[in-house]
């Protein structure tokens, strides 16, 4: 005899193979994402479909009579489910432990976002431009509506049983691709253990714990829990078949792709614990599908992320913000999370570069979730049949159980947590030594650094141009100033670095130079530039019309947006140019240029300007010195990570940005020519986007290596 093996066991054999062979070959597997791709645009083949036929036969079938008790019942038992999520949400800022943080510049901070779109996510202008382009919400209305009409409509038996033997067809396509599963999981599976690199997932390793902790209690026990206190239907038997869908959901990230297992799940349980109302079995064709319209609670547990970057950056939320938080984001959560997401960011006023972190940790927390909302999908749909059928009940000791379990649950695995951050993670800060560890990229050319100023030789031929008397020494001279985070800097091994150093390296190989870098005063430095101590500036500096005047500057590289650098606790006070100007006796810190001080004086004209030479000095004063430090967002985010107590805040509208160019000490055309000519090609070429993702974004700030591989680091068999 030839036994077969369950689906479940195949899946999971699936899973493991996978695993195991990301881990052997690591990056190798990369091929495999597009099976994986393949298995899952699979899967969502017949969901819209699916989605569109059971809701308006589903819905057409009912009396009037039914589809009010099912708006306001299964409405009801979906704002328990919601309630419910809300509390693991609530509770989970009790585990944080104590953090400091800051992170480099984001473009998030001066890019002017959408507002969510409600209506042409849910009005369906032309329903087959919906269909077409997988507008979900906007489908599901239309089938709700056509579903809702057809109640009232003489004769509609034939059109409802055509509808059903299509959906019958659409069940035995979904079922033949499942059982692809396997093989579309051992994708998955093997791609992402083989390509997901740990040390991405460090920064927010607490928020990760929690949120898989969370996720499973909400998975496993709350929502599964709270459907046996109140059904016939037994906690394990539910648990049993649902695992397929619940696995599937994980591993692809995808609720969509299982709601026709789900649907069949909740009738077959239906079918076997409810057989006095053979009515209810049809239910969850109609509930599962018009759920998906509305937030689950998976989506409802990511606001928990909104809590985590409060903590992260240190901006606190009261509880009115809380509960405001759950009324606002369960309504945004309507639409797409990512959307969503730095809308509630920016809504609490957190800074919106956390919004980086929320994208690293979709990685892994889109299957959570997709698994949470899987089981929330399923819970919903006994739930609201068991209610429609009447066999719904409430029995003292069954909840009272339920409760009790869930309370001790929630004190165990919240607890735990609070005590193993406390002792485990120390929660050192590690920003600057991020920052101030970081290499140079490019090491092209021999180079002098001279730290206290240079006093060179003048060339012998000064009638010749500046280029042609550059290659004829041999060596180009690049003025820097020693501070000008992130262009120009010292690291803690003593090497200078940055963004202006790498390019200028890359300039002197280019000319067949050496390098000789001479240390600049801000203050003197067009003097120093004009007396010949230097051929060329770069180090961050921005091209204002004064400037111009002075000296001769190469066309513009790069632009800066204008900012202010606040104490953390300050930071609400300059989100809006409307609140920065009802701040009464305003003292700002500009830096000692014409232009800030005119820029600032113009913006703000009450507001008493105290120039500042040295922006460390300044962050070493504290709040004595001044309300706020008027600097660019690039430069502030890399001085906030050496001093994490400040934030770095563009206030809306922004103020607009300042350009940044090198001048050169000679007028010469012939250098200026060569020099424009020379970053139009570094553009086009990807390196100046290169060094700035490096420089400005701290992409890639600490160095990684291929993917750690058995086949590689442990058997050798390949470099």
């Given at each position: 005899?030839?036994?077969?093996?369950?689906?479940?066991?195949?899946?999971?054999?699936?899973?493991?193979?996978?695993?195991?062979?990301?881990?052997?070959?690591?990056?190798?597997?990369?091929?495999?994402?597009?099976?994986?791709?393949?298995?899952?645009?699979?899967?969502?083949?017949?969901?819209?479909?699916?989605?569109?036929?059971?809701?308006?036969?589903?819905?057409?079938?009912?009396?009037?009579?039914?589809?009010?008790?099912?708006?306001?019942?299964?409405?009801?038992?979906?704002?328990?489910?919601?309630?419910?999520?809300?509390?693991?949400?609530?509770?989970?800022?009790?585990?944080?432990?104590?953090?400091?943080?800051?992170?480099?510049?984001?473009?998030?901070?001066?890019?002017?976002?959408?507002?969510?779109?409600?209506?042409?996510?849910?009005?369906?202008?032309?329903?087959?431009?919906?269909?077409?382009?997988?507008?979900?919400?906007?489908?599901?209305?239309?089938?709700?509506?056509?579903?809702?009409?057809?109640?009232?409509?003489?004769?509609?038996?034939?059109?409802?049983?055509?509808?059903?033997?299509?959906?019958?067809?659409?069940?035995?396509?979904?079922?033949?691709?499942?059982?692809?599963?396997?093989?579309?999981?051992?994708?998955?599976?093997?791609?992402?253990?083989?390509?997901?690199?740990?040390?991405?997932?460090?920064?927010?390793?607490?928020?990760?714990?929690?949120?898989?902790?969370?996720?499973?209690?909400?998975?496993?026990?709350?929502?599964?829990?709270?459907?046996?206190?109140?059904?016939?239907?037994?906690?394990?038997?539910?648990?049993?078949?649902?695992?397929?869908?619940?696995?599937?959901?994980?591993?692809?990230?995808?609720?969509?792709?299982?709601?026709?297992?789900?649907?069949?799940?909740?009738?077959?349980?239906?079918?076997?614990?409810?057989?006095?109302?053979?009515?209810?079995?049809?239910?969850?064709?109609?509930?599962?599908?018009?759920?998906?319209?509305?937030?689950?609670?998976?989506?409802?547990?990511?606001?928990?992320?909104?809590?985590?970057?409060?903590?992260?950056?240190?901006?606190?939320?009261?509880?009115?913000?809380?509960?405001?938080?759950?009324?606002?984001?369960?309504?945004?959560?309507?639409?797409?999370?990512?959307?969503?997401?730095?809308?509630?960011?920016?809504?609490?006023?957190?800074?919106?570069?956390?919004?980086?972190?929320?994208?690293?940790?979709?990685?892994?927390?889109?299957?959570?979730?997709?698994?949470?909302?899987?089981?929330?999908?399923?819970?919903?749909?006994?739930?609201?049949?068991?209610?429609?059928?009447?066999?719904?009940?409430?029995?003292?000791?069954?909840?009272?159980?339920?409760?009790?379990?869930?309370?001790?649950?929630?004190?165990?695995?919240f607890g735990g947590f609070r005590f193993f951050f406390g002792r485990v993670l120390a929660g050192d800060y590690t920003k600057d030594k991020l920052l101030l560890g970081m290499g140079p990229l490019h090491k092209s050319v021999p180079e002098v650094i001279?730290?206290?100023?240079?006093?060179?030789?003048?060339?012998?031929?000064?009638?010749?141009?500046?280029?042609?008397?550059?290659?004829?020494?041999?060596?180009?001279?690049?003025?820097?100033?020693?501070?000008?985070?992130?262009?120009?800097?010292?690291?803690?091994?003593?090497?200078?670095?940055g963004f202006d150093i790498d390019m200028a390296q890359l300039l002197a190989k280019d000319l067949g130079t050496s390098l000789e870098f001479v240390a600049l005063e801000p203050a003197g430095a067009m003097d120093a530039l004009r007396a010949g101590e230097?051929?060329?500036?770069?180090?961050?500096?921005?091209?204002?019309?004064?400037?111009?005047?002075?000296?001769?500057?190469?066309?513009?590289?790069?632009?800066?947006?204008?900012?202010?650098?606040?104490?953390?606790?300050?930071?609400?006070?300059?989100?809006?140019?409307?609140?920065?100007?009802?701040?009464?006796?305003?003292?700002?810190?500009?830096?000692?240029?014409?232009?800030?001080?005119?820029?600032?004086?113009?913006?703000?004209?009450?507001?008493?300007?105290?120039?500042?030479?040295?922006?460390?000095?300044?962050?070493?004063?504290?709040?004595?010195?001044?309300?706020?430090?008027?600097?660019?967002?690039?430069?502030?985010?890399?001085?906030?990570?050496?001093?994490?107590?400040?934030?770095?805040?563009?206030?809306?509208?922004?103020?607009?940005?300042?350009?940044?160019?090198?001048?050169?000490?000679?007028?010469?055309?012939?250098?200026?020519?060569?020099?424009?000519?020379?970053?139009?090609?570094?553009?086009?070429?990807?390196?100046?986007?290169?060094?700035?993702?490096?420089?400005?974004?701290?992409?890639?700030?600490?160095?990684?290596?291929?993917?750690?591989?058995?086949?590689?680091?442990?058997?050798?068999?390949?470099?």
């Amino acid at each position: 005899m030839r036994l077969r093996m369950s689906l479940s066991k195949q899946i999971l054999i699936g899973l493991l193979l996978g695993v195991a062979t990301g881990l052997f070959l690591g990056e190798m597997v990369s091929p495999l994402r597009t099976v994986a791709e393949i298995f899952i645009q699979l899967l969502q083949m017949t969901v819209l479909p699916y989605v569109t036929v059971s809701l308006i036969s589903g819905l057409g079938s009912l009396t009037l009579r039914q589809a009010r008790m099912m708006l306001t019942r299964v409405g009801g038992l979906l704002l328990l489910l919601w309630a419910l999520t809300f509390v693991m949400v609530f509770l989970m800022p009790w585990a944080f432990p104590d953090w400091e943080s800051a992170s480099f510049f984001s473009t998030s901070l001066v890019e002017t976002r959408e507002p969510l779109d409600f209506v042409g996510l849910y009005i369906p202008s032309n329903p087959f431009h919906s269909l077409a382009n997988n507008v979900v919400p906007a489908v599901v209305l239309f089938s709700v509506f056509l579903g809702l009409a057809l109640i009232r409509v003489e004769n509609k038996d034939l059109l409802i049983g055509w509808l059903g033997v299509a959906a019958k067809a659409i069940n035995e396509v979904t079922h033949f691709i499942v059982r692809l599963t396997p093989i579309g999981l051992f994708a998955i599976g093997a791609h992402i253990a083989g390509t997901l690199r740990v040390e991405e997932l460090e920064r927010v390793q607490v928020y990760l714990i929690l949120y898989g902790a969370s996720a499973l209690l909400l998975m496993l026990w709350i929502l599964p829990g709270l459907v046996s206190a109140l059904t016939p239907v037994p906690y394990k038997e539910l648990l049993g078949l649902s695992r397929d869908a619940l696995i599937t959901a994980f591993m692809t990230g995808n609720l969509f792709v299982v709601l026709p297992i789900l649907s069949q799940t909740g009738k077959d349980l239906i079918r076997r614990h409810i057989p006095d109302h053979p009515d209810a079995v049809a239910l969850p064709d109609v509930i599962v599908p018009a759920s998906f319209n509305f937030p689950h609670a998976g989506k409802i547990l990511t606001l928990s992320f909104i809590l985590f970057a409060g903590w992260f950056s240190d901006v606190s939320l009261s509880l009115p913000d809380k509960v405001r938080l759950f009324f606002t984001g369960t309504l945004s959560f309507f639409g797409s999370v990512n959307v969503a997401a730095p809308y509630l960011l920016d809504l609490f006023r957190i800074p919106i570069d956390t919004f980086q972190l929320f994208l690293a940790t979709s990685v892994v927390n889109a299957r959570f979730g997709s698994g949470i909302a899987a089981m929330h999908t399923l819970a919903l749909a006994v739930l609201g049949a068991s209610a429609l059928s009447g066999a719904l009940h409430f029995q003292r000791r069954k909840v009272v159980r339920f409760a009790t379990i869930t309370l001790a649950l929630l004190l165990v695995v919240f607890g735990g947590f609070r005590f193993f951050f406390g002792r485990v993670l120390a929660g050192d800060y590690t920003k600057d030594k991020l920052l101030l560890g970081m290499g140079p990229l490019h090491k092209s050319v021999p180079e002098v650094i001279h730290r206290d100023g240079f006093r060179p030789l003048p060339d012998a031929d000064r009638q010749s141009s500046l280029l042609d008397r550059i290659r004829a020494r041999g060596v180009l001279r690049v003025g820097y100033f020693p501070a000008a985070l992130p262009y120009a800097f010292f690291n803690s091994r003593g090497e200078l670095v940055g963004f202006d150093i790498d390019m200028a390296q890359l300039l002197a190989k280019d000319l067949g130079t050496s390098l000789e870098f001479v240390a600049l005063e801000p203050a003197g430095a067009m003097d120093a530039l004009r007396a010949g101590e230097c051929d060329i500036i770069m180090t961050g500096f921005a091209l204002t019309p004064e400037r111009a005047a002075e000296a001769a500057f190469c066309d513009s590289h790069m632009r800066e947006n204008t900012a202010f650098v606040v104490f953390d606790h300050r930071r609400d006070d300059f989100l809006t140019w409307d609140s920065v100007h009802s701040i009464e006796h305003l003292r700002l810190a500009v830096p000692d240029l014409p232009y800030y001080v005119a820029k600032m004086r113009e913006e703000l004209p009450d507001a008493e300007l105290i120039p500042v030479r040295s922006i460390e000095e300044f962050m070493k004063e504290g709040s004595d010195a001044a309300d706020a430090l008027v600097l660019s967002a690039e430069r502030g985010s890399a001085w906030c990570l050496l001093y994490p107590n400040y934030s770095v805040v563009v206030p809306r509208p922004s103020a607009g940005s300042i350009p940044l160019a090198y001048p050169i000490s000679d007028t010469d055309p012939v250098f200026i020519n060569f020099l424009n000519a020379w970053l139009e090609l570094k553009k086009g070429d990807g390196t100046i986007q290169s060094l700035y993702d490096h420089w400005i974004l701290g992409k890639d700030a600490q160095s990684g290596g291929p993917r750690w591989c058995v086949i590689r680091d442990v058997l050798h068999w390949t470099d």
